[in-house]
């Protein structure tokens, strides 16, 4: 069922501050930061070379990454993001294996344009995990 790590998501009091100390300290890559109101959050990619750093930033007054930084105010590891094949069939198995899918169970459109959910941290290992469903890349 799973396949590659996507991202790493790291929340973040100050996302100009992260996102200047990963490009000017560490030599990486990083986008221009980007919106998500439905979200809650504003984020900025970082790229590496085998998966991404995401950090999030809250936007607007009820952003869960705001309830993140009231209990770890330096900012931290917030969720790492899973890929998978198939989201529905990914869901069904992990539901029939005790596990809990955080929310309404349905996938939402998350802040790569694909379809992902939510397992419960407790079920795995102290880790909010996240899957996402992303297209096979063609064999060339
Ligand atoms: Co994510």
């Excluded at 694909?114 to 096979?136: M, R, S, W, Y």
Aim: hydrophobic share 40%; with cysteine; net charge negative.
């Amino acid at each position: 069922m799973i396949g590659r790590l996507n991202h790493v998501a790291i929340a973040v009091p100050d996302l100009a501050a992260a996102t200047a100390n990963y490009r000017d300290v560490l030599g990486a890559k990083v986008s221009a930061p980007k919106d998500l109101p439905e979200h809650g959050v504003r984020v900025v990619f970082v790229e590496l070379p085998n998966t991404k750093i995401e950090f999030l930033e809250p936007l607007g007054h009820d952003s869960f990454i705001q309830k993140f930084l009231d209990d770890n105010p330096a900012g931290g590891i917030h969720h790492l993001s899973y890929e998978v094949e198939d989201i529905l069939k990914a869901r069904e198995q992990l539901k029939a294996s005790g596990k809990r899918i955080l929310g309404d169970g349905e996938p939402k459109i998350g802040a790569h344009g694909t379809p992902i959910l939510f397992l419960h941290p407790k079920d795995f290992n102290g880790c909010l995990v996240e899957i996402e469903e992303v297209a096979k890349e063609p064999k060339s």
